[in-house]
T-cell receptor, first 109, second 116 residues
Framework: EDQVTQSPEALRLQEGESSSLNCSYT??????LFWYRQDPGKGPEFLFT???AGEEKEKERLKATLTKKESFLHITAPKPEDSATYLC??????????FGKGTTLSVSS | DTGVSQDPRHKITKRGQNVTFRCDPI?????LYWYRQTLGQGPEFLTY????????KSRLLSDRFSAERPKGSFSTLEIQRTEQGDSAMYLC??????????????FGPGTRLTVL
């Protein structure tokens, strides 16, 4: 069965303290891996799509990477406004996205 | 604002009542999806449309749930005889189906349903 696992569940950082979020997946025929950011009470906001192992994408302080078994979301020198839940999702044979439970990031100044 | 919109944003209802939610996708997108999200969980797929055709339904979509997209534009999700377990955030997303490549799904703000 297709599955997505995110770790850690929660992460607390000081402003400027870089770290990484992990998304491991087990799917048959990965067609794409997606990262979203979700603020409390709002819908997920699209961040990145990764298609194949070795691919990397960057946006401001965020960098996403992909291997054959997992993806990392690296956060460099985070700011309090980066606090949110980060969701990882995969698209396999079906059109629907399969989401992990998310990592809730808190950045304090 | 050209993003996905949903209405209402919040709905409180009593157990046994029927509720209907509306989603307006990004105008050029031909695919529309419904997901449900409960506290501490990621969104779970319910169903999706390509234009007006409903192409896939999840096992989560019981007989009390029905979705329509009559003209291939906006969509409605109706829940009949609501139960307390239906309390969740209902999310709509849309994408443009490319022949090649992948289809990023863009989400709306969600409708928060509370069943008393």
């Amino acid at each position: 069965e297709d599955q997505v696992t995110q770790s850690p569940e929660a992460l607390r950082l000081q402003e400027g303290e870089s770290s990484s979020l992990n998304c491991s997946y087990t799917v048959s025929g990965l067609r794409g891996l997606f990262w979203y950011r979700q603020d409390p009470g709002k819908g997920p906001e699209f961040l990145f799509t990764l298609y194949s192992a070795g691919e990397e994408k960057e946006k401001e302080r965020l960098k996403a990477t992909l291997t054959k078994k997992e993806s990392f979301l690296h956060i460099t020198a985070p700011k309090p406004e980066d606090s949110a839940t980060y969701l990882c999702a995969v698209q396999a044979r079906r059109t629907a996205l399969i989401f992990g439970k998310g990592t809730t990031l808190s950045v304090s100044s | 604002d050209t993003g996905v919109s949903q209405d209402p944003r919040h709905k409180i209802t009593k157990r046994g009542q029927n509720v209907t939610f509306r989603c307006d996708p990004i105008s050029e997108h031909n695919r529309l999806y419904w997901y449900r999200q409960t506290l501490g969980q990621g969104p779970e797929f319910l169903t999706y449309f390509q234009n007006e055709a409903q192409l896939e339904k999840s096992r989560l979509l019981s007989d009390r749930f029905s979705a329509e997209r009559p003209k291939g534009s906006f969509s409605t999700l109706e829940i009949q005889r609501t139960e307390q377990g239906d309390s969740a955030m209902y999310l709509c997303a849309s994408s443009y189906n490319r022949v090649r490549g992948y289809n990023e799904q863009f989400f709306g703000p969600g409708t928060r349903l509370t069943v008393l």
